[in-house]
């Protein structure tokens, strides 16, 4: 072929998605495990017959009902194909050729892979005990930054950075970089002083906040996330980046119907069983005795490291939760992350990681509590 490509596509990193293995039990992409709300299923139902008409591009009636939840101008809120495209085009309307985009590492995966596509250039700032370091996020600003992304709780340690050195940082971000909260996790949240960024919002005009439906409300397979702009500046420019007609009426529909109280009411318990459920797990495993951070989201992350300080390795890890039957996400430098799924899965995984932990048991103490037929 002499087809003539971008050169950058060639350092391009691949995304890796989690897998799906008929039969199996899939913790790997930190979706729900029950289908969507019924409340919301009932109006994907209701709203097929309307497919053979394009959607409202601006997802106009989805935009005004979350400005109205978050006391926001309707110009300050953009709907997009997931938030992942949100975060796409907020690449795409700050940053070009020489441009810097920060992040920490690791982080959510797909940061590197749009700041290359985009031609800007990625830096990554190393996480400190698996939390964002915040600090040195600080000092690696340049007068070439463009963009910084925040994932809170980060993807995939779950960490999540506190109110106060939230603020300090974004105290110390010059006025023109645009500082993207990202949120995919926030329904998970349950320490009070993690703070909910979207009230900082009145603090900092380079702020804007990322949401999605795809994870608490589980509707990853239908693509629609938003984005809250302190300034319609910036949320006017995303809508510029966008591909028309981006979210179909299916998805709009199905979102403006999560935020309906029928909705709520089942998010709310859903929320509840998998935050009750990542404490468990995570009790669990330390008791079995891995190194697990503290995590805010709906899942959790087990690092690389010598065994005897909790540590693992992550490409013999997920391969032998996959023998047992349990598909988790590897990265293979530095760890797995495990979502948290229903009890039953969360056993299968428990049973697994029990089994898979080689710790030197006195011979006259030796109990076989690795069960068979995962
Ligand atoms: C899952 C995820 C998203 C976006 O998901 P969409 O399905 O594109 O809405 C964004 N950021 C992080 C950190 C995620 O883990």
């Known amino acids: 072929m002499t087809v003539r490509l971008r050169p950058t596509l060639t350092t391009l990193p691949a995304y890796v998605p989690g897998r799906s293995v008929p039969g199996a039990i899939k913790l790997a992409s930190n979706e729900t495990s029950l289908g969507p709300l019924p409340h919301v299923v009932r109006r994907i ?32 809120v ?11 085009q907020l690449v ?12 920490a590492w690791r982080s959510f995966e797909a940061y590197p892979i749009i700041t290359t596509i985009d031609g800007a250039t ?15 996020m600080a000092e690696a600003i340049t007068d070439r930054t463009r963009l910084v992304f925040v994932c809170n709780p980060n993807n995939p340690t779950g960490t999540a950075v ?10 110390r971000v ?54 809250i702009a302190a300034d319609a500046t910036l949320s006017n420019a995303v809508r510029q980046t966008q591909v028309p007609f981006a979210v179909t009426q299916i998805a709009q529909a199905a979102a403006l119907a999560c935020l309906e109280p029928p909705a709520e009411k089942e998010l709310r318990q859903r929320v509840e069983d ?7 797990v995570t009790d669990e495993l330390r008791a079995i005795g891995y190194a697990v951070p503290d995590s805010q989201a709906n899942f959790v992350w087990l690092g690389n490291g010598p065994a005897e300080q909790g540590g693992i390795d992550a490409l013999a890890f997920s391969t032998g939760c996959e023998d047992r039957g349990v598909i988790v996400r590897a990265f293979a430098d530095s760890g797995v992350r495990v979502t948290v799924g ?3 899965e969360n056993d299968a995984f428990l049973a697994a990681a029990r089994a898979l932990r080689a710790r030197p048991v006195p011979a006259d103490h030796q109990t076989d509590d690795t069960p068979d037929g995962f």
């Open 342 to 344: 229903l009890r039953e």
């Open 45 to 76: 139902t209701e709203v097929a017959g309307e497919a053979n008409r394009y959607p409202d591009s601006f997802a106009t009636e989805l935009g005004s009902a979350l400005a109205a939840r978050f006391g926001v101008d309707p110009t300050q």
């Open 122 to 136: 990625g830096v990554k700032v190393p996480l400190r005990e698996d939390v964002h370091d915040l600090t040195a």
């Open 162 to 171: 506190r109110e106060a050195e939230l603020r300090a940082f974004l105290d």
């Open 174 to 227: 010059p006025p023109q970089v645009v500082i993207v909260l990202d949120e995919a996790y926030r329904e998970y949240v349950i320490d009070p002083e993690v703070v909910d960024a979207t009230t900082l919002l009145a603090d900092y005009p380079n702020l804007i906040v990322l949401r999605t439906f795809s994870k608490a409300y589980g509707l990853a397979g239908l693509r629609v996330g938003y984005g």
């Open 92 to 103: 795409l309307a700050t940053a070009g050729e020489g441009d810097e985009v920060l992040f």
């Open 78 to 88: 953009v709907v997009g194909c997931g938030s992942v495209s949100l975060c796409q």
């Open 274 to 280: 998998v935050t009750v459920e990542r404490i468990r």
